[in-house]
């Protein structure tokens, strides 16, 4: 194999030697800040369209809104798709052994995998107004989410084909190209939305068309400059990710299934119980749903450091198993608990510290009486939100460190039970009948994601019973 592949095979491998907490808290920041940054740089786009599409008018950000909960979802679920190819990289890394053929294998099942799923996504998208007719939605505002929902479909495949790319790059520690690409994502996507809305910079204006056109366009632009820095970059383009693309590999692609699935599925549920709460808060009143969006909005941008510390354990932890390595699955686990839910911590006490100041940002004049309860809705619910972090960050740490040792249909259905069943069975019960109102939907993120984050922490703690954990040690861990 040549030399410049072997280089990058090597830097990657360095998860499996032994390290002491520093170095490991050192080596997950490493892997885990661009992939922080690349999903602040997704959550930008969207609060830029939001911008633009408000200066448009209530009816145009009132569709976005709309459409963007709509699409939010099959994205979401295609996301954790693709995250059933990070175990099989990394362990193929880990195991140093073909390990170039190996992810290439993997890599293009991944966009197999994905491609199957979002053809259809894309198709039934087309018909999202029906749907939204059904459930009672206004017509005029179903006319243009709808128009806004067909534009911005095709961002389901370029979004999710990048972000597949970007795992690849992320098992070998080399994710900088794709980080600076994400970024500049940001002002394109910004500077495509305003001309195409609203027809500056010599673009047709295209209204709440011209949004999703520009996200669309935005996120094939990233797609392709990501693909040819890895066909041109000296240590990347050997793996040749393209070559005989058409050529199926079925047992490879059923991997990604098994694996991405239950994945996919665990985010779809986690989701759906926020999208339920909403609808219930929005039963107790727009003030109440208004703090509700503060709140989720903050706990949000926070999360996203617990995630990407989480998928950078998940890389290691494969990467580790891959080199049949347990102590190490053990260290990384551990030091990126510590991390996780560590940084929640502090940012927990910010929140409920400085709450009245942090939800008052959202709001363009907090002297008016309305507003001014918005403001003390919200900062009650920031003070649930400080301890509902940092169980979010146990159980996103855990989630994605168990899907390194390819446990995942478990943790999809303690999701189901946990989001679902006590989410928001417990969320109707305490805003209703027990009258709590919004602060009982809270407390009843708090009471799901603590009995969630317990049954994974718990499971990871005895991973050596894990059927996938013996057969990836082979039974000798």
Not at 97 to 105: G, I, P
Not at 106 to 111: D, I, L, N, W, Y
Not at 251 to 265: A, D
Not at 444 to 462: G, I, K, M, Q, Y
Request: aromatic share 10%.
């Amino acid at each position: 194999m040549a030399v410049a592949v072997e280089t990058v095979g090597k830097r990657a491998r360095r998860g499996g030697e032994p390290k002491g907490f520093l170095a490991e808290a050192r080596a997950l920041l490493v892997v885990g800040l661009p992939l922080v940054f690349g999903q602040l740089a997704w959550m930008a786009m969207l609060t830029t369209d939001t911008v633009i599409l408000g200066r448009l008018g209530p009816e145009s950000l009132a569709a976005g809104a709309l459409g963007h909960s709509v699409v939010i979802v099959p994205m979401l679920f295609l996301i954790g798709l693709a995250q059933g190819a990070v175990p099989l990289m990394a362990h193929a890394v880990g195991a140093r052994t073909r390990h170039v053929r190996e992810v290439r294998r993997t890599v293009r099942q991944a966009f197999w995998a994905t491609g199957m799923i979002c053809v259809p996504a894309i198709a039934a998208l087309w018909f999202v107004g029906d749907l939204l007719l059904l459930i009672g939605q206004d017509p005029a505002l179903v006319d243009l989410t709808e128009d806004y929902v067909r534009a911005v479909a095709p961002m389901l495949l370029t979004y999710t084909w990048f972000a597949v790319l970007r795992n690849f790059t992320a098992t070998y520690r080399r994710q900088r190209a794709a980080l600076i690409i994400a970024l500049a994502q940001v002002p394109v996507n910004g500077v495509l939305a305003y001309g195409l809305v609203f027809g500056d910079f010599g673009l047709p204006r295209l209204g709440v068309i011209g949004a999703g056109v520009a996200s669309s366009l935005s996120g094939l632009t990233a797609l392709i400059a990501l693909g040819l820095y890895l066909r041109t970059d000296r240590q990347f383009r050997r793996f040749r990710l393209l070559g005989r693309f058409w050529r199926p590999d079925w047992p490879r692609l059923g991997h990604v299934f098994r694996i991405g699935t239950p994945i996919g599925l665990t985010i779809t549920f986690e989701v759906l119980l926020y999208s339920g709460a909403a609808q219930l808060m929005g039963l107790i009143g727009p003030l109440a749903l208004a703090a509700h969006q503060i709140a989720l909005q903050v706990a949000s941008v926070t999360f996203m450091v617990a995630l990407g510390i989480g998928q950078a354990g998940a890389i290691r932890v494969g990467i580790a198993t891959g080199a049949r390595d347990p102590a190490a699955v053990g260290r990384t686990g551990w030091t990126a608990l510590v991390l996780g839910c560590g940084f929640m911590g502090s940012m927990a006490i910010v929140m409920v510290v400085w709450r009245s100041e942090i939800a008052g940002l959202f709001l363009p004049d907090v002297t008016s009486p309305e507003n001014r309860e918005v403001v003390a809705i919200a900062a009650g619910f920031l003070i649930l939100a400080g301890v509902f972090q940092v169980l979010d960050a146990a159980q996103v740490v855990t989630v994605n460190l168990l899907r390194g040792l390819r446990d995942a249909r478990v943790p999809m259905l303690y999701a189901l039970l946990c989001y679902w069943v006590l989410g928001l069975g417990l969320s109707w019960l305490l805003a209703f009948p027990l009258g709590l109102g919004g602060m009982g939907i809270w407390w009843s993120f708090v009471a799901a994601l603590a009995v969630f984050a317990s049954l994974l922490v718990h499971r990871f703690a005895h991973r050596d019973r894990l059927t996938t954990y013996r057969d990836l040690f082979g039974g000798a861990a």
